[in-house]
């Protein structure tokens, strides 16, 4: 009973741990620019044709959903208003968690689990060479970077589907659909759209690179910690999602009709 209770205990601990000792390194260690760069163009090269094959259906599934129970409550021509709070303050966030946890972290986890079977990480210790400071932070830096830019992509194009399928489909109003924008929707959804893209990239990354710092067994083993990186960063995510958007309920006063 004792080992299975440390062995509960220790991967959630190890992985808090290793939130502290990136966050750290962000402030006292030498920024690494070129690993930065590369790994941006990495995950923006793994992640953004996913981002445009999955914001489409998002914002066009809600704005129907959205559509249908407006027009059934006789408040059609907030269609649009409800479409874009519901893109802006959920869909594109939660979007961009499961792309980002899915393809970018998947991606770090995989490439820093061959580089502990292949024994570099082990080297660059002996070395004196910090594999923290040196590898994990400039991929969660480039993951959030990348994840606060699609965010800005989800939300257009999870709003251009919208309007398409209000407008064109369900034979909306156009004016209706943009006049009413601001009726429910304000910056500071805005603001926490991009608040949550850039904690759930931070850490999808981290979790990505705990388990690829982890891995072992061999190639089977580095596939293994690939899936429980991605499972593990789902449950956190939407774990996180619904704190931050209670809290912002309870700061931020909402608009009214």
Known sequence: MAFSA???I?????????????????????????????QAWFITSVTLMPTILV????????SLQ????TGQ?????????????????EAAP????????????????????????????????????????????????????VAVMIIGLVISAGIGGGYFFTVIIQDGSAGAFLSSFTALASLPDLYIAIVKAAVFGYLAAIVGAYKGLNAGGGPSG????????????????????????????????????
Do not use: W
């Open 94 to 145: 939660i979007a961009a968690a499961l792309i980002i946890a899915g393809a970018a972290g998947s991606a770090i986890c995989s490439d820093l689990g061959a580089r502990k079977i292949r024994e570099e990480i082990d080297a660059m210790e002996v070395l004196g060479v910090d594999p923290i400071a040196r590898l994990v932070v400039p991929r969660v830096m480039a993951t959030v970077f």
């Open 222 to 257: 580095v596939g293994h910690a690939v899936n429980e990186s991605v499972i593990v960063a789902f449950m956190l995510l939407f774990f996180l999602n619904a704190i931050i958007t209670a809290i912002y309920f309870q700061v931020v006063p909402q608009h009214g009709l």
């Open 73 to 89: 409550l006789g408040a059609q021509s907030f269609a649009g208003a409800s479409a874009v709070l519901a893109v802006v303050r």
């Open 10 to 38: 220790r991967g959630p601990g190890e992985l808090t741990a290793m939130v502290v000792d990136v966050t750290k390194r962000v402030f006292t260690t030498p920024f690494q620019l070129r690993e930065f760069i590369e």
């Open 6 to 8: 440390v062995s509960v």
């Open 55 to 62: 914001s489409v259906p998002f914002g066009a599934v809600i």
């Open 66 to 69: 959205v559509g249908n129970l």
